[in-house]
């Protein structure tokens, strides 16, 4: 079946510093690739997605391009803020899934530091 | 902007007892879901549903679970005789979801139920 997995946290961060949170997936068919972020107390929100091979996403300085022949997608920032501490989820949905569920990976907390 | 919202918040409950959370999905949207999040664990799914009726669901949605759409706004997730294991963050979500289009799921904010 569909799995995610992701590098495991909490990551610890000083402001500005540069961002990696690995993703590496395993589906069949084509899967839609997406990073989804968890505020403390909040629900979680789309950050950006990438639904075929090479393309990139972008949100808010965050970027992830979806490498099909490593079956990764991994986040980066180059310059974290404190207000970027969070969890990071990596997620999948197989277009051959009725109602394109998501799976979820295991989550990274980020933590910047000032 | 549309949004998914769910209540209520937080919902405290007695082991064996009944309770329904509830879900209004994006007005146009046309696939609903239950997912969960055991504190500190990955987020799980649990169902979708799709023209009144279940599309999928994971093992974790057993006979104590159901999933309802009362009306033409709302959403239901039901747990019949609740257990200590059902304490958990539920989140509801709903998507445009067609084959080989846009299958982003909007998230609303997740009630959490505490069961004592």
């Known amino acids: 079946g569909d799995s995610v997995t992701q590098m495991e946290g909490p990551v610890t961060l000083s402001e500005e510093a540069f961002l990696t949170i690995n993703c590496t997936y395993t589906a069949t068919g084509y899967p839609s690739l997406f990073w989804y972020v968890q505020y403390p107390g909040e629900g979680l929100q789309l950050l950006l997605k990438a639904t075929k091979a090479d393309d990139k996403g972008s949100n808010k300085g965050f970027e992830a391009t979806y490498r099909k022949e490593t079956t990764s997608f991994h986040l980066e920032k180059g310059s974290v803020q404190v207000s970027d501490s969070a969890v990071y989820f990596c997620?999948?949905?197989?277009?051959?899934?009725?109602?394109?569920?998501?799976?979820f990976g295991g989550g990274t907390r980020l933590m910047v530091k000032p | 902007e549309p949004e998914v919202t769910q209540t209520p918040s937080h919902q405290v409950t007695q082991m064996g007892q009944e309770v329904i959370l509830r879900c209004v999905p994006i007005s146009n949207h046309l696939y609903f879901y239950w997912y969960r999040q055991i504190l500190g664990q990955k987020v799980e799914f649990l169902v979708s549903?799709?023209?009144?009726?279940?599309?999928?669901k994971s093992e974790i949605f057993d006979d104590q679970f159901s999933v309802e759409r009362p009306d033409g706004s709302n959403f239901t997730l039901k747990i019949r005789s609740t257990k200590l294991e059902d304490s958990a963050m539920y989140f509801c979500?709903?998507?445009?979801?067609?084959?080989?289009?846009?299958?982003?799921?909007?998230f609303g904010q997740g009630t959490r139920l505490t069961v004592v």
């Open positions: 549903f799709y023209n009144n009726e279940i599309s999928e």
């Open positions: 997620a999948l949905s197989d277009r051959g899934n009725a109602g394109n569920m998501l799976t």
């Open positions: 979500a709903s998507s445009d979801a067609r084959t080989g289009m846009n299958t982003e799921a909007f």
